[in-house]
């Protein structure tokens, strides 16, 4: 069964840190672009970061030098470190396994972990 499964998520000061990871079983990450978006309370999703095959990343605007995405192929997962955490992040957080960073058709999600930034 393909599957994707995230954790990592908290209850996290703001400023504070997080690493999120997304695991993969019944397939091997290593041929796959990871996406990672996110979901608000009340909001649309939003992709957040991508990382192709080839280790190469994207950012959406909002966490550009915050949020770094990497990926560990031997362990068939991928990871997103959040730093200097805002209110503003606090969302769902799901991942995605897709042909590429670039084309929009996702294989298969995860179930999602949750991330609250508060005081």
């Known amino acids: 069964q393909v599957q994707l499964v995230e954790s990592g998520g908290g209850l996290v000061q703001p400023g504070g840190s997080l690493r999120l990871s997304c695991a993969a079983s019944?397939?091997?990450?290593?041929?796959?672009?990871i996406g990672w978006s996110r979901q608000a309370p009340g909001k649309e999703r939003e992709g957040v970061s991508c990382i192709d095959s080839d280790g190469s990343t994207t950012y959406a605007d909002s966490v550009k030098g915050r949020f770094t995405v990497s990926r560990d192929n031997a362990k068939n997962r991928v990871y997103l470190q959040l730093n200097n955490l805002k209110p503003e992040d606090t969302a769902v957080y799901y991942c995605s396994a897709k042909a590429l960073c670039i084309v929009n058709i996702v294989i298969t999600w995860g179930q999602g972990t949750q991330v609250n930034v508060s005081s």
């Open positions: 019944g397939f091997e990450l290593d041929n796959y672009a």
